[in-house]
């Protein structure tokens, strides 16, 4: 079964530009929750979609928004880019619904300058 | 607030050696605990847990969970080049993965 894939692996953007991040979970999953890695922070959880609907949220300002499409497969956009946006994010796909066992995806290398 | 602690932060050991890694945590509504190894990007999954004084195994690897006293530890035996990562561990309550900082280990030859 192929893993978590996620598009592009890098990217550079600068201040006040925004961005999308692609996620296609393994086939079968229909939750897709995504988590912002920096240094400083660890892992924070970012949202998770499932049957196209946000479930859950963590605490992240609303510049941080997705959506989850029929197909299960789900985008992340981020509006009006910060520095402190650089950070490798994350979506890991899963079964179900909840805080269960999560696959990852290779991640998304942002930089902001 | 939920909180996960991991210790030690890094961790230096050859080849051979047996180590233990910490993670203790204080959070609300406690579902289960999970392992994951991170090499270079993709986290990958090790064990979850959710009944306390069950050992988990795959190896070499292995992991126990203290619901009373709040931690589980892993335990790798005979450490090898390959077992170099950050360990990471993670809390699943309510809705959510609260992760640890994670355990930098580094095995020499």
């Known amino acids: 079964k192929a893993g978590v894939t996620q598009t592009p692996r890098y990217l550079i953007k600068t201040r006040g530009q925004q961005v999308t991040l692609s996620c296609s979970p393994i086939?079968?999953?229909?939750?897709v929750s995504w988590y912002q890695q920096t240094p400083g922070q660890g892992l924070q959880f970012l949202f998770e979609y499932f049957s196209e609907t946000q479930r859950n949220k963590g605490n992240f300002p609303g510049r941080f928004s997705g959506r989850q499409f029929s197909n299960s497969r789900s985008e992340m956009n981020v509006s009006t880019l910060e520095l402190g946006d650089s950070a490798l994010y994350l979506c890991?796909?899963?079964?179900?619904?909840?805080?269960?066992?999560?696959?990852f995806g290779p991640g998304t290398r942002l930089t902001v300058t | 607030e939920d909180k996960v602690v991991q210790s030690p932060l890094s961790l230096v050991v050859h080849e051979g050696d047996t180590v233990t890694l910490n993670c203790s945590y204080e959070?609300?509504?406690?579902?289960?605990l999970l392992w994951y190894k991170q090499e270079k990007k993709a986290p990958t999954f090790l064990f979850m847990l959710t009944s306390s004084g069950i050992e988990k195994k795959s190896g070499r690897l292995s992991s126990i969970l203290d619901k009373k006293e709040l931690f589980s530890i892993l335990n790798i035996t005979a450490t090898q080049t390959g077992d170099s990562a950050v360990y990471l561990c993670?809390?699943?309550?309510?809705?959510?993965?609260?992760f640890g900082k994670g355990t930098l280990l580094t095995v020499n030859p």
């Open positions: 959070v609300t509504n406690f579902r289960s």
């Open positions: 086939s079968g999953h229909r939750s």
């Open positions: 993670a809390f699943a309550g309510n809705y959510k993965l609260t």
């Open positions: 890991a796909s899963s079964i179900r619904l909840g805080p269960y066992e999560q696959y």
